[in-house]
């Protein structure tokens, strides 16, 4: 999220968290002032190799609560910012030749994992990873599913809810295919998508 007036039109549809980068390199970086949210919504502020300090000030600036990672942070950087009573989300780029076995270094020191697709860039690629690969993980720790999930992911996202490969996916990452410009939603696309969630999943 970026714009104030689209926040609060977002927050409106009460979904778990909302997400505004705090890095200077992405279209949807956030340099707006964050709008008041009503409490349930979490605010989680993404960064890219950031340094503790940034994170710190950040998260005291905005009232964050979750920090999400997207960049080469190492278990010991995540290890640190969980010290400062946030909670980590940890994302991982995913492709054919992705190791689950990185995943063990990294499970202490993060109260999630984000599985988003392998691109060119950190993040916001805007295509779906086949999500037949979490078949590889194993680990009891929920993770974040994100990478292209859009109005049209509806079927593939019941199917793949229904398999043992989702049985820790905490959450559902809905941003690029949503957007009528980079950290502008429409609201009313994501409303009916929304419902159609709750309904059928």
């Given amino acids: 999220m970026k714009y104030p007036k689209n926040i609060q039109e977002i927050a409106a ?4 968290y909302l997400g505004f980068i705090f890095y200077d390199k992405s279209p949807r970086f956030m340099q707006n002032e964050m709008p008041a949210l009503e409490k349930p919504i979490a605010k989680v502020g993404v960064f890219v190799n950031a340094t503790l300090l940034e994170i710190e000030a950040k998260a005291r600036q905005n009232s964050l609560e979750f920090i999400q990672l ?8 995540c290890c640190s910012v969980q010290q400062l009573k946030l909670k980590v989300i940890k994302s991982f ?17 993060c109260d999630y994992f984000l599985f988003d697709t392998k691109g060119q860039q950190y993040g916001g690629n805007g295509t779906a990873f086949d999500w037949r690969l979490l078949e590889q993980y194993h680990l009891p720790k929920p993770y974040f599913l994100s990478g292209g999930i859009g109005p049209e992911s509806i079927s593939d996202l019941k199917v793949f809810l229904s398999t043992a490969a989702a049985q820790y ?8 295919r949503f957007e009528t410009q980079p950290g502008q939603k ?5 409303k009916t998508f929304l419902k159609i969630i709750k309904e059928q999943l």
């Fill in 13 to 16: 549809l009460q979904p778990d």
């Fill in 70 to 77: 997207h960049g080469n942070e190492s278990p010991d950087f």
């Fill in 93 to 109: 780029n995913i492709d054919n030749e992705f190791n689950f076995k990185i995943l063990e270094e990294y499970k202490n020191y």
């Fill in 169 to 176: 996916c905490h959450a559902i990452d809905l941003n690029s």
């Fill in 186 to 190: 429409n609201s009313e696309t994501l």
